[in-house]
Nanobody, 120 residues
Framework: QVQLVESGGGLVQPGGSLRLSCAASGFTFSNYAMSWHRQGPGKERELVATITPTAGITNYGNSVKGRFTISRDNAKNTVDLQMNSLKPEDTAVYYC?????????????WGQGTQVTVSS
């Protein structure tokens, strides 16, 4: 069965770093664009970063550009999010998602989320 399992969340001080990982199983990982999304307290869910299925082309939301890096390993079926220079406004539940390359529109699969809290 399909699973996306995020890990690596936690409490970090402003200016610190954290690395999130998402382990995928139950589907052909290399056929899916992968992405990270987040939802802060009282806020709408926003797209953080995306990476294409095989070429590994990345895009970032403006709020994280230059600070976060998304990467994937198709041999391991994982996608990571390296977060540097963290700010309190980065506090959110971070979700991993997958979207099939052959279809447009909604994301096919979502992980359960992992909490990231940036606070002094």
């Amino acid at each position: 069965q399909v699973q996306l399992v995020e890990s690596g969340g936690g409490l970090v001080q402003p200016g610190g770093s954290l690395r999130l990982s998402c382990a995928a199983s139950g589907f052909t990982f290399s056929n899916y664009a992968m992405s990270w999304h987040r939802q802060g307290p009282g806020k709408e869910r926003e797209l953080v970063a995306t990476i294409t299925p095989t070429a590994g082309i990345t895009n970032y939301g403006n709020s994280v550009k230059g600070r976060f890096t998304i990467s994937r390993d198709n041999a391991k079926n994982t996608v990571d999010l390296q977060m540097n220079s963290l700010k309190p406004e980065d506090t959110a539940v971070y979700y991993c998602a997958a979207r099939n390359r052959y279809y447009s529109g909604a994301y096919n699969y979502w992980g359960q989320g992992t909490q990231v809290t940036v606070s002094s």
